[in-house]
């Protein structure tokens, strides 16, 4: 087996410990040491809090998550957005208002979850966190895999904070006799050995290549110099690029292969923790400087005034930053003061890799195709579903999630199904996503469809409303003026035919929200029906009508936006919806077992 396989395999072996470490400890009491103290999960407004709270407790009621652990959901302050390094220092004011002086004594694992997912709108409603796996008796969502990854974490680390994301994980095998400790003062990183053109969209350390050999499973250094982002020609000008006689040891980050020829790498970033002096020091600042008015980047703001080699030329750097706020480089000199001098120690994973299902391609490629991911995780073509092996077409690359397929449905390849029920005469395309749907009328769902349902509760009565794009769309573009909406594309078309087809007019009320950001999240081109069925069937209508060039009237039915659904949603309704599933999964289950 050449050295890539047996790196994938190794990896593939820890994690499957690591998720029957986690499995033995769901629904029962940790005993000291053996897992967090505290979780604590972002969120972005009250509404999207309520969300993760309520799914918290169903979690919780369901004996999914270790018990014993204090699980909070932390809502980032009304106003600007404050970035993933903003919601860190209000959560270190959260757990102090709730605990007092105790809470520097915890081990606390911090999930940033406060994005909207526009690049994953299936995770939208419910939040990124709380996506779905294929695997698992209940499926695992992207908490519980967190949770399971990280287990060996909390009885090796002294009191302190370990950051994280919600949309990527870190896969990765060590020596049998070694551990993961974190245990020194300051900030300790976690880094992967990764190509170049990955460390271009990551952060990058800069370490002493003497101290790092390439071989075992992990290797403890310090770090001279973050670099955020960089350009590659950065990268080999301030020293960050390694040079390995036999690349065969490194692992490749990411989702790029591993190389075997190309004998160069950088070490990327991925989590990282920081001990309760660095994070009393952080919380005192943030009390000095009051309220917060522009995005803080944990990894990009707080890593890059660490090290010996740390120079404060990034606080005036704003290419890497969406929106640029008057306030920025000011609090970025003021931290860069209050940092400097830190250490930066990090613990290279010499056998890792560091995967990102933040977009619907990611979703799409690593759920269904012959990804890396599929192997080390082990993740089924049917996790959890209900469907009669001979009755359906299912490709042997889609994925299914927690949904019932009715006996003459197909599903092609490549396609994800999650929390869904799919009737007999349901042919859905290459490449699609379908989520949260009931679809009952005989239909034929596109390739590259995305299509999902939410709940409302619009006026004290619950509506239902579909979503539909292209699974390549862009819902994050977004345009000034009225007069340039005809470069927005809805699957493929101009945004402006595809008004004229459903008989919508361009004027002002056509997007939500106060700022001029006119795109596909704010326009307000999706039906509010009674059932879910129809809510379906009218955007599937909508969708055929653009792919025919045929004129299909949207008149008589109120339009929302995307962003309008998720200030509208339900999820209690949503969730009674993928427990009714789940029930019937259950019965499917008993059914055949006194069959046989």
Same mark, same amino acid.
């Given at each position: 087996?050449?050295?890539?396989?047996?790196?994938?395999?190794?990896?593939?072996?820890?994690?499957?410990?690591?998720?029957?470490?986690?499995?033995?400890?769901?629904?029962?009491?940790?005993?000291?040491?053996?897992?967090?103290?505290?979780?604590?999960?972002?969120?972005?407004?009250?509404?999207?809090?309520?969300?993760?709270?309520?799914?918290?407790?169903?979690?919780?009621? $369901?004996?999914?998550?270790?018990?014993?652990?204090?699980?909070?959901?932390?809502?980032?302050?009304?106003? %600007?957005?404050?970035?993933?390094?903003?919601?860190?220092? *209000?959560?270190?004011? @959260? =757990?102090?208002?709730?605990?007092?002086?105790?809470?520097?004594?915890?081990?606390?694992?911090?999930?940033?979850?406060?994005?909207?997912?526009?690049?994953?709108?299936?995770?939208?409603?419910?939040?990124?966190? #709380?996506?779905?796996?294929?695997?698992?008796?209940?499926?695992?969502?992207?908490?519980?895999?967190?949770?399971?990854?990280?287990?060996?974490?909390?009885? *090796?680390?002294? %009191?302190?904070?370990?950051?994280?994301?919600?949309?990527?994980?870190?896969?990765?095998?060590?020596?049998?006799?070694?551990?993961?400790?974190?245990?020194?003062?300051? #900030?300790?990183?976690?880094?992967?050995?990764?190509? =170049?053109?990955?460390?271009?969209?990551?952060?990058?350390?800069?370490?002493?290549?003497?101290?790092?050999?390439?071989?075992?499973?992990?290797?403890?250094?310090?770090?001279?110099?973050? =670099?955020?982002?960089?350009?590659?020609?950065?990268?080999?000008?301030?020293?960050?690029?390694?040079?390995?006689?036999?690349?065969?040891?490194?692992?490749?980050?990411?989702?790029? &292969?591993?190389?075997?020829?190309?004998?160069?790498?950088?070490?990327?970033? &991925?989590?990282?923790?920081?001990?309760?002096?660095?994070?009393?020091?952080?919380?005192?600042?943030?009390?000095?400087?009051?309220?917060?008015?522009?995005?803080?980047?944990?990894?990009?703001?707080?890593?890059?005034?660490?090290?010996?080699?740390?120079?404060?030329?990034?606080?005036?750097?704003?290419?890497?930053?969406?929106?640029?706020? &008057?306030?920025?480089?000011?609090?970025?000199?003021?931290?860069?003061?209050?940092?400097?001098?830190?250490?930066?120690?990090?613990?290279?994973?010499?056998?890792?890799? #560091?995967?990102?299902? $933040?977009?619907?391609?990611?979703?799409?490629? *690593?759920?269904?195709?012959?990804?890396?991911?599929?192997?080390?995780?082990?993740?089924?073509?049917?996790?959890?579903?209900?469907?009669?092996?001979?009755?359906?077409?299912?490709?042997?690359?889609? &994925?299914?999630?927690?949904?019932?397929?009715?006996?003459?449905?197909?599903?092609?390849? $490549?396609?994800?199904?999650?929390?869904?029920?799919?009737?007999?005469?349901?042919?859905?395309?290459?490449?699609?996503?379908?989520?949260?749907?009931?679809?009952?009328?005989?239909?034929?769902?596109?390739?590259? @469809?995305?299509?999902?349902?939410?709940?409302?509760?619009?006026?004290?009565?619950?509506?239902?409303?579909?979503?539909? #794009?292209?699974?390549?769309?862009?819902?994050?573009?977004?345009?000034?003026?009225?007069?340039?909406? *005809?470069? =927005?594309?809805?699957?493929?078309?101009?945004?402006?035919?595809?008004?004229?087809?459903?008989?919508?007019?361009?004027?002002?009320?056509?997007?939500?929200?106060?700022?001029?950001?006119?795109?596909?999240?704010?326009?307000?081109?999706?039906?509010?029906?009674?059932?879910?069925?129809?809510?379906?069937?009218?955007?599937?209508?909508?969708?055929?009508?653009?792919?025919?060039?045929?004129?299909?009237?949207?008149? $008589?039915?109120?339009?929302?936006?995307?962003?309008?659904?998720?200030?509208?949603?339900?999820?209690?309704?949503?969730?009674?919806?993928?427990?009714?599933?789940?029930?019937?999964?259950?019965?499917?289950?008993?059914?055949?077992?006194?069959?046989?």
């Amino acid at each position: 087996m050449p050295a890539a396989g047996e790196r994938s395999a190794a990896r593939r072996e820890a994690t499957g410990r690591r998720l029957a470490r986690f499995a033995a400890l769901r629904g029962k009491a940790a005993g000291p040491g053996q897992f967090w103290d505290v979780v604590a999960v972002t969120a972005a407004d009250a509404e999207q809090a309520r969300a993760y709270r309520r799914q918290l407790a169903e979690k919780l009621r $369901g004996r999914e998550l270790p018990l014993g652990a204090r699980y909070h959901v932390f809502v980032d302050p009304p106003g %600007p957005k404050i970035g993933n390094g903003g919601s860190t220092l *209000h959560v270190l004011r @959260c =757990l102090e208002d709730l605990y007092g002086d105790k809470w520097t004594s915890f081990i606390v694992l911090l999930i940033h979850s406060g994005g909207y997912s526009q690049r994953l709108p299936n995770a939208s409603a419910l939040g990124k966190i #709380f996506t779905a796996l294929p695997f698992g008796d209940p499926v695992y969502q992207m908490l519980d895999l967190k949770l399971a990854m990280y287990i060996d974490f909390p009885s *090796h680390m002294k %009191p302190g904070i370990l950051v994280t994301c919600s949309d990527d994980l870190e896969l990765y095998s060590t020596g049998l006799t070694e551990t993961i400790t974190f245990d020194k003062p300051g #900030f300790t990183a976690l880094a992967h050995p990764s190509d =170049l053109t990955v460390g271009t969209t990551h952060g990058v350390f800069v370490l002493d290549p003497s101290s790092i050999s390439g071989k075992g499973g992990l290797e403890y250094t310090s770090c001279h110099h973050f =670099l955020h982002k960089p350009d590659v020609e950065t990268m080999r000008q301030c020293g960050a690029v390694c040079v390995r006689g036999n690349s065969s040891q490194l692992s490749s980050s990411g989702d790029h &292969s591993d190389s075997e020829m190309d004998s160069e790498c950088v070490y990327t970033d &991925s989590i990282f923790y920081m001990d309760h002096s660095v994070a009393k020091q952080l919380l005192m600042f943030y009390k000095q400087i009051g309220t917060l008015s522009c995005e803080i980047d944990a990894y990009g703001d707080f890593l890059q005034a660490l090290g010996p080699g740390a120079t404060q030329d990034y606080t005036k750097n704003t290419s890497n930053v969406t929106k640029e706020e &008057s306030q920025l480089v000011e609090v970025r000199q003021k931290l860069y003061s209050l940092l400097k001098g830190t250490a930066l120690n990090v613990i290279v994973l010499n056998n890792s890799k #560091f995967y990102h299902i $933040g977009t619907t391609q990611e979703y799409l490629f *690593h759920f269904t195709s012959d990804s890396k991911l599929k192997f080390e995780l082990d993740l089924l073509p049917v996790a959890f579903s209900s469907f009669s092996e001979k009755a359906e077409s299912l490709d042997q690359s889609a &994925s299914v999630i927690q949904s019932i397929l009715e006996p003459g449905c197909s599903v092609g390849p $490549g396609s994800v199904i999650e929390y869904s029920r799919i009737g007999p005469e349901v042919s859905v395309g290459k490449k699609s996503i379908i989520s949260g749907s009931h679809i009952n009328v005989k239909v034929d769902i596109p390739s590259n @469809c995305f299509l999902s349902s939410l709940s409302i509760k619009i006026n004290g009565q619950v509506k239902y409303i579909s979503m539909v #794009f292209s699974v390549e769309d862009d819902l994050k573009r977004s345009v000034k003026l009225l007069s340039e909406i *005809h470069s =927005l594309q809805f699957f493929g078309v101009s945004l402006l035919e595809c008004l004229e087809l459903w008989g919508v007019k361009v004027s002002d009320q056509l997007f939500s929200g106060e700022s001029m950001r006119l795109g596909l999240w704010t326009a307000r081109i999706f039906p509010v029906c009674s059932t879910l069925s129809e809510s379906v069937r009218m955007s599937l209508k909508m969708l055929n009508s653009v792919r025919h060039m045929s004129a299909f009237k949207l008149h $008589g039915f109120k339009l929302l936006s995307v962003e309008e659904m998720l200030t509208y949603k339900d999820v209690e309704d949503m969730l009674k919806f993928r427990k009714q599933i789940y029930d019937e999964i259950c019965l499917q289950r008993q059914k055949e077992k006194s069959d046989l």
